[in-house]
T-cell receptor, first 113, second 112 residues
Framework: KAGVTQTPRYLIKTRGQQVTLSCSPISGHRSVSWYQQTPGQGLQFLFEYFSETQRNKGNFPGRFSGRQFSNSRSEMNVSTLELGDSALYLC????????????FGPGTRLTVL | TQLLEQSPQFLSIQEGENLTVYCNSSSVFSSLQWYRQEPGEGPVLLVTVVTGGEVKKLKRLTFQFGDARKDSSLHITAAQPGDTGLYLCAGKLTSGTYKYIFGTGTRLKVLA
């Protein structure tokens, strides 16, 4: 069974640009959550999607947005990039919302110059 | 504001030694998880504890959830180089959601 896949694995952008990250959950999983991991702040919850609906949202500015498609694949978008957005962005999938084990993907390493 | 404090932040020990990692908070959690993350990979779930005072064992790893469900510990017996990695605790404030609060992590290095 294939695991959670994230693309791209590495990304370099400049300030002011926007970026879209993609996450394909494990087959049969309908919940996708996104996290940002930085050395200073650790791992922080961004948002969770279940059946194409955002179920929960963390404390991030509106520049961070996401969506989920009917096949459960999810995308995360960050607009007007700032230097502080440099981080490892992780997505995790689960069979249902909030009740099962999360399986994390390898992450997308975003560097903002 | 970091709700979950982990200690120590870094730990370097020799193979065969024992160690304990702590995860503390002033908040009450409905459940708490421990993960291990290796370079270039996402975190992998080790255990979930849900009942105050609960103790779970996974081979050489022993996990304990505090009676008040505010803290947890991870004890590794006879550490091996394969235990090297970043250990993260994560607390869930409300059931039925994946809005986890993650600790800052403990980076463990076990030397052969």
């Amino acid at each position: 069974k294939a695991g959670v896949t994230q693309t791209p694995r590495y990304l370099i952008k400049t300030r002011g640009q926007q970026v879209t990250l993609s996450c394909s959950p494990i087959s049969g999983h309908r919940s996708v959550s996104w996290y940002q991991q930085t050395p200073g702040q650790g791992l922080q919850f961004l948002f969770e999607y279940f059946s194409e609906t955002q179920r929960n949202k963390g404390n991030f500015p509106g520049r961070f947005s996401g969506r989920q498609f009917s096949n459960s694949r999810s995308e995360m978008n960050v607009s007007t990039l700032e230097l502080g957005d440099s981080a490892l962005y992780l997505c995790a999938s689960s069979r249902t919302s909030g009740r099962n084990e999360q399986f994390f993907g390898p992450g997308t390493r975003l560097t903002v110059l | 504001t970091q709700l979950l404090e982990q200690s120590p932040q870094f730990l370097s020990i020799q193979e065969g030694e024992n160690l304990t990692v702590y995860c503390n908070s002033s908040s009450v959690f409905s459940s708490l998880q421990w993960y291990r993350q290796e370079p270039g990979e996402g975190p992998v779930l080790l255990v979930t504890v849900v009942t105050g005072g609960e103790v779970k064992k996974l081979k050489r790893l022993t996990f304990q959830f505090g009676d008040a469900r505010k803290d947890s510990s991870l004890h590794i017996t006879a550490a091996q180089p394969g235990d090297t990695g970043l250990y993260l605790c994560a607390g869930k404030l409300t059931s039925g959601t994946y809005k986890y609060i993650f600790g800052t992590g403990t980076r463990l290095k076990v030397l052969a």
